[in-house]
């Protein structure tokens, strides 16, 4: 790779352990409950190609909040 940097993609989620030893998905950012969670250390990301796509849908809910 040498001195370039590159973005691979935004972190969505990732599986977690619950004390109980139940694996369950959580979306970032992840909504309080009394659970104690272990983390996996895997995630599911965004790819980086796909970001863009989401531009057209910010401007669509920017408008509609605009428009009330």
Do not use: C, H, W
């Not at 990301?45 to 809910?61: T, V």
Request: glycine share 8%.
């Amino acid at each position: 790779m040498g001195n370039r940097l590159y973005l691979v993609g935004i972190l969505y989620g990732g599986p977690e352990y619950a004390a109980d030893g139940v694996l369950r998905f959580s979306n970032l950012p992840n909504i309080p409950r009394p659970v104690i969670s272990i983390p996996t250390n895997l995630g599911i990301a965004i790819k980086a190609e796909r970001i863009l796509e989401f531009e057209k849908l910010f401007l669509i809910q920017s408008e509609e909040i605009n428009n009330e």
